[in-house]
């Protein structure tokens, strides 16, 4: 059974920085391209960044560019979120899903394309 698990999230100040991880237990991350999403208060799921399988091809929120990177360690079956100079409209939970793709450069951005999600983890950015 595929379970992903975030971590890494809390509270800061505007400005701040923050690096989640997500962690895959039950598969081997490889097969999977990695894609972050958010959900405010009482908003839809967003889509903020995705890695392909590679780690070659990476994709952004234009909310986020130049602020969050996304990185893979597939060794460590982990994928990390580097978030910096938080807003307080980065104000969400985060999740992280997994996307089983055969081509190792593919990434998607919507939600119906992941198969495997993580519970969630809470960031709150204060201002």
């Known amino acids: 059974q595929v379970q992903l698990v975030e971590s890494g999230g809390g509270l800061v100040q505007a400005g701040g920085s923050l690096r989640l991880s997500c962690t895959i237990s039950g598969s081997i991350l490889s097969r999977y391209a990695v894609g972050w999403f958010r959900q405010a208060p009482e908003g839809e799921r967003e889509f903020v960044a995705v890695?392909?399988?590679?780690?070659?091809?990476?994709r952004y929120v234009d909310s986020v560019k130049g602020r969050f990177t996304i990185s893979r360690d597939n060794a460590k079956g982990t994928v990390y979120l580097q978030m910096n100079s938080l807003k307080p409209e980065d104000t969400a939970v985060y999740y992280c899903?997994?996307?089983?793709?055969?081509?190792?450069?593919?990434?998607?951005?919507?939600?119906?394309?992941?198969?495997?999600w993580g519970q969630g983890t809470q960031v709150t950015v204060s201002s």
């Open positions: 899903a997994a996307d089983f793709v055969l081509n190792s450069v593919v990434v998607h951005t919507t939600t119906d394309e992941y198969d495997y």
């Open positions: 890695i392909s399988r590679s780690g070659t091809n990476t």
